[in-house]
């Protein structure tokens, strides 16, 4: 059976009903798309707060601001500020204990790990020393979590704190302590902001790499496994000014 149309044309019944089903289901898929859906923007973070804020009906302004300023950082920023200088590689756990002991923390000293990736070295200072602060800088967020993370299950979340920063722009001036595990390359890069930053006394304390032609004052062999890994330690001097 065919069903006459007014131009004169004709179309089959079956025909007519398919043309139907697939407008009635476009109609039913635009339907559905929240308003804030409508296109992707570049960059996600806050963008894609604003546009689950829009689609539940609520101010994106107030779903933002019930967010922590740390947890507001992390969601606008999902990557790395930039690709990291050096891969993370754990420092071993008889290696950390040798950098706290020879950095001589005491009551009032301020701990900056630079490159903390999972914050073990800024935690074990703080579960060590009661009177410390302790902090964290790294550039990769994943790795702000897990150090986060394992703060607060240290128990010292109110005296550590991790910022996903880049070391050459980060400000540690407060620091009376620093730690590294970097490489040589970074460690002579940082060297120029470590002496001109940092106050006279400050201790540095580089995991495996040293600091170009400034000469330590310290160097610590630590066993680990059939080889060892060694400690660095040096001292800002006053004049800010190292020999040759």
């Not at 950095?103 to 000293?109: H, I, N, Q, S, Y």
């Not at 964290?136 to 996903?164: C, H, M, N």
């Not at 490489?183 to 002579?188: A, E, G, K």
């Not at 610590?220 to 001097?237: A, D, E, G």
Request: charge should be positive; proline fraction near 6%.
């Amino acid at each position: 059976m065919r069903d006459e149309l007014k131009d004169g044309s004709s179309l089959s019944s079956a025909s007519c009903l398919a043309v139907s089903r697939v407008a009635l289901l476009c109609c039913l898929m635009l339907a559905c798309v929240p308003e804030g859906f409508a296109g992707a923007e570049p960059g996600g973070g806050a963008a894609s707060l604003a546009r689950v804020a829009t689609a539940k009906g609520k101010s994106p302004s107030r779903a933002a601001a019930r967010l922590s300023p740390q947890r507001r950082r992390v969601a606008q920023s999902k990557k790395p500020a930039r690709k990291p200088d050096v891969i993370f590689v754990p420092t071993p756990t008889e290696t950390v204990e040798e950098m706290l002991r020879l950095a001589a923390l005491k009551e009032g000293d301020v701990l900056y790990d630079l490159g903390s990736g999972d914050g073990r070295i800024p935690i074990t200072a703080a579960e060590r020393h009661a009177g410390v602060r302790a902090v964290g800088i790294e550039i990769d967020p994943e790795l702000i979590k897990v150090a986060e993370e394992g703060a607060r299950r240290a128990g010292v979340s109110d005296r550590v704190r991790f910022r996903q920063e880049d070391l050459f722009r980060a400000d540690f001036r407060e620091a009376t302590v620093v730690t590294l595990y970097l490489s040589d390359r970074l460690n002579v890069l940082l060297r120029p902001k470590l002496l001109r930053e940092l106050r006279p006394g400050t201790r540095i304390i580089s995991h495996d790499f040293r600091m170009g032609v400034w000469k330590p004052e310290q160097t610590v062999r630590v066993p680990w496994k059939s080889l060892y890994r060694t400690v660095y330690v040096w001292t800002v001097p006053k004049g800010r000014r190292i020999g040759r």
